[in-house]
């Protein structure tokens, strides 16, 4: 079974506007990390944001934010004010910490902003 | 702050060539993962290291071997290459200590192109 599903291939938002990329995972493990990577054409996989499964309060790092249901076992990631710059691969991925310690990703999401 | 180098960026083989990708943890990490990225894909967990022993395996192939060095320094030998060994492999790295974040430390990427 896939334990990170992201079911947006693709995602066009209009620049300054706000979009949301969704993302759901599969765990039995209590104790597990989320992640949201941006991979631009270049290649390289860029960190944003973190949420752990203990987190009460949703993450947020500057125009990035999550909205965290645990119950729902989704961690979707808001982009506020969206720029041109924002235009890549987004990536979803667990870390579970009991299992062993590889990150479990997503197939990703292609977002494009539009001028 | 110091990243994640993995050496070299690109490489270029032929089918049944030999490659060696090397990866350097950012200083104090003693927990090497590696990761295989196909176009269009998502990243693959291969195999990980800690303390310079195997500690998870993913999808590695046999004619694939990885080792972690006493500097905590790891290579990933590919032998037999194939066409569809092309893709960027990414080297990422942690210290086992960090439980706050579970967070791994992703390198650029070493691009295979096998011909």
């Known amino acids: 079974a896939q334990k990170i599903t992201q079911t947006q291939p693709g995602m066009f938002v209009q620049e300054k506007e706000a979009v949301t990329l969704d993302c759901t995972y599969d765990t039995s493990d209590q104790s597990y990390g989320l992640f949201w990577y941006k991979q631009p054409s270049s290649g390289e996989m860029i960190f944003l944001i973190y949420q752990g499964s203990y987190d009460e309060q949703n993450a947020t790092e500057g125009r990035y934010s999550l909205n965290f249901q645990k119950a729902r076992k989704s961690t979707n990631l808001v982009i506020s004010a969206s720029q041109l710059g924002d235009s890549a691969m987004y990536f979803c991925?667990?870390?579970?910490?009991?299992?062993?310690?590889?990150?479990?990703f997503g197939t990703g999401t292609s977002l494009t902003v539009i001028p | 702050a110091a990243g994640v180098i993995q050496s070299p960026r690109h490489l270029i083989k032929e089918k049944r060539e030999t490659a060696t990708l090397k990866c350097y943890p950012i200083p104090r990490h003693d927990t090497v993962y590696w990761y295989q990225q196909g176009p269009g894909q998502d990243p693959q967990f291969l195999i990980s290291f800690y303390e310079k022993m195997q500690s998870d395996k993913g999808s590695i192939p046999d004619r694939f071997s990885a080792q972690q060095f006493s500097d905590y320094h790891s290579e990933l030998n590919m032998s037999s290459l194939e066409l569809g060994d092309s893709a960027l492999y990414f080297c990422a790295s942690s210290h086992s200590r960090d439980r706050t974040s579970y967070e791994q430390y992703f390198g650029p990427g070493t691009r295979l192109t096998v011909t």
């Open positions: 991925a667990m870390r579970e910490m009991n299992t062993g310690n590889q990150f479990y």
